[in-house]
């Protein structure tokens, strides 16, 4: 009978042994699962950042078209009393690239609230710097907050131009280190290694300048060019997609940067911000203290120490202009013809450093020739 002892006493049930064996089992299965699951999750998040990027590409391609012209990474108004030095009027920031691509990423009506011809703090504009925008947040970027978010960086080559502390404006510099108190210290450029460098002798300075321009694909500009600024009030350099001598294939254009974006302790911290720390990234200067001559460059220092793909990770938002992403491995990057491709953080610097460079092949007979690469190289 069912309810005699004698069934009872034959009741089957899991010993001690049989119930740890059961739960070894189900940690193993857990222990192979959970990475695998993980790892499909990151797959789709570096997917729809791939695609993120795809878009941005196309969106610079007919920005291009319609203006015959690349935008500039980044807009200041620079006045004409700092030539001299004097700081009584400061530069004012105005908008960089992610503005001027809103009308092409279906964000018309957010463009259309801006001014340009004002900063970015002013009452029209400060306004409009919280706003998220899904295209330029890749969803891998573990610093995303929801407000002004920006996870891409345009090719600046090795650096940007500043106005110096004696008034030479336009004088390229590249980031060196750090300083006690954690701001980045900038080296001047001798870029044709004749020994000057931002001396104020317009022709000496503009062979560096030239040099300069060939290095990299994006600049910071003055805005308000042709109306209240005349030479050598401003700054205007740009590329059109013709220009690019080594090829589009065969040119960086955006990639992922999680420095840049939202910063909490900055009001201006968000996605339109012009510095050019927070809106390009840069290669690691190849010559040592700046000086380019033949035997003081080095094309291993460009993926290396402080300026290796991924080594800014930890640093904080908007302070570390090199490729930054959350992806194991590598960055996403985007080329000037639009293809999109994963940039493994172990590139030969070499490599690297000639990708940049949208005009790599006139340094040939310089110090800073880069020589021939192939599609197998990177």
Same mark, same amino acid.
């Given at each position: ?7 009872? =006493? ?64 980044? @807009?200041? *108004? ?11 009027? /400061? ?38 710097? %919280?706003?998220?925008?899904?295209? *330029? ?11 002004? %978010? ?57 062979? %560096? ?24 009030? @401003?700054?205007?350099?740009? @590329? ?59 094309? =291993? ?21 090199? /490729? ?10 985007? @080329? ?43």
């Amino acid at each position: 009978m069912i309810g005699s002892p004698e069934y009872a =006493s034959h009741r089957s049930g899991l010993t001690l042994i049989e119930v740890l064996v059961v739960l070894s089992v189900l940690s193993v299965l857990v222990a192979l699962i959970l990475p695998a699951a993980l790892r499909v999750r990151e797959m789709s998040r570096l997917n729809q950042c791939s695609n993120n990027l795809r878009n941005l590409s196309i969106a610079m391609m007919q920005f291009e078209q319609d203006h015959h012209r690349l935008p500039g990474a980044g @807009y200041f *108004l620079d006045p004409s009393s700092n030539r001299g030095g004097d700081t009584s009027q /400061p530069v004012q920031l105005h908008h960089n690239w992610a503005v001027l691509l809103l009308p092409y990423v279906d964000q018309s009506t957010l463009f259309q609230q801006w001014n340009l011809d004002e900063p970015i703090d002013s009452a029209q504009n400060g306004p409009l710097l %919280d706003q998220t925008i899904a295209v *330029l947040r890749c969803p891998s970027d573990s610093t995303l907050s929801g407000q002004g %978010d920006l996870s891409y960086a345009l090719n600046g080559g090795w650096g940007f131009t500043t106005r110096t502390t004696d008034g030479v404006g336009d004088c390229p510099v590249a980031t060196s280190h750090r300083s006690e108190n954690g701001d980045w210290e900038l080296v001047k450029l001798d870029l044709n290694g004749d020994g000057h460098a931002c001396s104020g002798n317009a022709s000496l300075d503009d062979r %560096d300048r030239k040099h300069f321009k060939q290095l990299g694909l994006f600049f910071v500009e003055n805005w308000w060019v042709g109306k209240n600024l005349r030479k050598p009030d @401003y700054t205007e350099r740009f @590329y059109g997609l013709a220009d690019i001598h080594d090829g589009t294939s065969q040119t960086f254009l955006i990639t992922d940067n999680l420095c840049n974006g939202f910063r909490d302790d900055d009001p201006l911290g968000r996605f339109a911000n012009p510095h050019p720390l927070r809106t390009m990234f840069f290669v690691g200067n190849a010559c040592l203290d700046g000086k380019c001559i033949r035997e003081g460059v080095d094309y =291993s220092r460009s993926n290396s120490g402080a300026s290796k793909i991924n080594s800014g990770r930890s640093q904080p938002e908007q302070d570390h202009a090199i /490729p930054n992403s959350d992806h194991p491995g590598g960055v996403n990057m985007t @080329y000037a013809d639009g293809h999109v491709r994963f940039l493994t953080e172990q590139i030969d610097g070499r490599v690297y450093a000639a990708l940049a460079s949208p005009q790599g092949s006139f340094l040939n007979g310089t110090p800073l020739a880069q020589g021939i690469i192939s599609s197998d190289d990177f």
